[in-house]
């Protein structure tokens, strides 16, 4: 148990910065010129991106990172079109939890997804995402009791592998400026879809 949290806790602070290092580096050129010294033909740049795009594979390979969509499409597939990505449906299935555990996680991913899509003009759709966040959120920590920081943990997993490209990290940067300043409460009781 100790050990999937650990194992949690590392992927989550992998992706993050993964996401971060990645958003950085495509802001552009670097400045620059030239020059020299004999070395090989290779910039440092460059050898940082097929650096971390070899520690990305690896963590593929070795399944402590899932293998992630990472297409230009800012929904990502859904074959079965149950309201989470393939890819996040995939992790979720695989992970060494509970059915009831996975059916929260699947609440949470389908919440997420959502907010990657919603429009971010209708208000009224904005608070019932934050309804259906705000249930997600406890219903996850309600299914990893007593440890409810597993279930915490692994929603922040979700939101890290759900927001995995630049055009959805940016979606989750305008979902989070457009919601910022609303208000809502945890809800009580059972909040697990049936």
């Known amino acids: 148990m100790k050990m999937l949290t650990m194992i949690s806790h590392n992927v989550f602070r992998t992706l993050v910065s993964l996401l971060l290092l990645g958003l950085s580096a495509c802001g552009g050129g670097s400045s620059g010129g030239g020059g020299g010294g004999g070395g090989g033909n290779k910039t440092p740049a460059s050898d940082t991106s097929a650096s971390l795009a070899q520690q990305i594979q690896a963590l593929e390979r070795s399944g402590q990172l899932p293998l992630l969509d990472r297409s230009s499409d800012t929904a990502g597939p859904d ?31 389908r919440v997420r997804q959502a907010e ?23 219903c996850l920590g309600d299914v990893f009791m007593p440890d409810r920081q597993r279930g915490r943990d692994l929603s922040s997993n979700i939101v890290a592998i759900t927001f995995n490209t630049k055009d959805r990290a940016r979606r989750y940067v305008a979902y989070n400026r457009a919601v910022s300043g609303s208000a ?3 809800p009580e009781g059972n909040t697990c879809e049936p």
Do not use: C, F, H, Y
Not at 116 to 123: A, E, H, N, S
């Open 79 to 109: 074959v079965n079109q149950n309201g989470i990505r393939d890819d996040i449906d995939a992790w979720i299935a695989a992970l060494p939890i509970s059915d009831t555990q996975k059916k929260a996680a699947q609440q949470a991913a």
């Open 116 to 138: 990657l899509l919603v429009d971010l003009g209708d208000t009224a759709e904005l608070d019932r995402l934050g309804d259906l966040s705000m249930a997600s959120i406890v």
């Open 184 to 186: 809502g409460q945890l």
